[in-house]
């Protein structure tokens, strides 16, 4: 049986993303948020530094990649699987694997997330890639909600939007827009939104007293093979898939379909630990 629309799966076709409300009940949300939340503590414990003395890329969110691996709690998270049948049906494909999770806390005062779109950071030769944005307490235009440029997963840009040293695409008088302004994509707690890996999205800042606490899952269509090229990523580095091999590991294990309650064991830890990933409490860019 499905679990989105087929007017939701027209809106992410023709957009570039979508929301698809209440795949977690109030009960998930509770566990989960509070899982996520001690993995974030965990992961932060050794970065004491204040908002204002981190980067402007640390100052839109605190990020922890693959909770999965280190956190047992939050694995049936995600590896859940309505979202991830959600997710396989707006992509149309009928086996999906994790690339990876991620915790995203943009903290009271947190600024905007820069424009950008999300392939290009990733080694992948194809662009069958989907994220799952899920806001344990929802999100709004004050705590930091997304905005997408409609259509724009089909405008063919493959320009790198830096934002961890700049400020990402300009959608005012860059190129990459098309001179379509982004849409603003409030979510209720439950609401999961899903975006492909070429939408171009941002976020608004954090202008409320409480963190604005999201886990992400980032999908990829198995059979999707490694770039010939140099991109190095530790998805793909830590199993050592070679380029124009299939990325398939433990690293990156099936996703959906799984049979119920069957979760993926974590592979090793890397070693040594990379920052923001299992096995490190220092932060992704410190």
Not at 50 to 64: I, M
Not at 191 to 216: C, E, K, W, Y
């Amino acid at each position: 049986m499905s679990v989105t629309t087929n007017e939701q799966r027209k809106i992410f076709d023709e957009n570039g993303w979508v929301v698809v409300p209440g795949l977690l009940d109030s009960d998930e949300l509770a566990r989960y948020g509070a899982a996520v939340d001690r993995g974030v503590a965990a992961r932060s414990a050794d970065d004491p530094r204040a908002l204002e003395e981190r980067s402007r890329y640390e100052q839109s969110f605190r990020q922890c990649i693959n909770l999965w691996e280190d956190h047992p709690e939050v694995r049936p998270l995600t590896f859940h699987p309505r979202v991830g049948q959600a997710a396989a049906e707006l992509l149309g494909v009928p086996v999906l694997r994790i690339w990876h999770d991620q915790a995203l806390y943009k903290e009271p005062g947190g600024r905007e997330t820069d424009p950008h779109h999300d392939q290009p950071y990733w080694p992948l030769a194809e662009t069958n890639t989907i994220t799952a944005w899920i806001a344990f307490d929802g999100a709004d235009l004050e705590t930091g909600c997304l905005g997408f440029v409609p259509g724009s997963h089909r405008f063919g840009v493959k320009a790198f939007a830096n934002i961890f040293t700049d400020r990402g695409f300009d959608l005012e008088r860059g190129p990459e827009a098309r001179g379509v302004a982004p849409c603003f994509s409030p979510v209720t707690a439950g609401d999961v939104s899903f975006h492909h890996g070429l939408t171009i999205h941002l976020a608004t800042p954090n202008r409320t007293a409480r963190t604005r606490r999201v886990h992400t899952v980032i999908y990829f269509a198995d059979g999707t093979t490694r770039k010939q090229s140099r991109q190095q990523h530790p998805c793909v580095d830590r199993a050592r898939i070679a380029p124009g091999a299939p990325v398939r590991s433990d690293v990156t294990p099936i996703a959906w379909p799984r049979p119920a309650g069957d979760l993926p064991a974590p592979p090793a830890l890397p070693d040594p630990p990379i920052p923001g990933w299992p096995g490190s409490r220092k932060p992704v860019f410190g």
